[in-house]
Nanobody, 117 residues
Framework: QVQLVESGGGLVQAGGSLRLSCTAS????????MAWFRQGPGKERTFVAG????????SYTDSVKGRFTISRDKAKNTVYLQMISLKPEDTAVYYC??????????WGQGTQVTVSS
């Protein structure tokens, strides 16, 4: 089994920054990729950013391009999401996800990000 623990959420004013962290543990941790998803109030969970573990290739949803950066520290089994120029519409619960293959089979508990206007 693999456990994912997120941290770094909080309340920030519009235009501010936050960095989310997600650390994985478990003997079978061997990711193909990891990603961040988010779920806003009354909305479905959607993809935000992803990173291929082996080569660091990244992808982003259009609404966060240029503002969010996903990165990983392989030695620490940790993935980060640096968020700048935050907007009220970024308010959501952010979830870390781990894909041992081609699907995200493991999820963290989520961390709340609230952006005030």
């Amino acid at each position: 089994q693999v456990q994912l623990v997120e941290s770094g959420g909080g309340l920030v004013q519009a235009g501010g920054s936050l960095r989310l962290s997600c650390t994985a543990s478990g003997r079978t941790f061997s990711p193909y990729s990891m990603a961040w998803f988010r779920q806003g109030p009354g909305k479905e969970r959607t993809f935000v950013a992803g990173i291929t573990w082996s080569n660091g290739r990244t992808s982003y949803t259009d609404s966060v391009k240029g503002r969010f950066t996903i990165s990983r520290d392989k030695a620490k089994n940790t993935v980060y999401l640096q968020m700048i120029s935050l907007k009220p519409e970024d308010t959501a619960v952010y979830y870390c996800a781990y894909a041992p293959g081609y699907s995200y089979d493991y999820w963290g508990q989520g961390t709340q990000v609230t952006v005030s206007s």
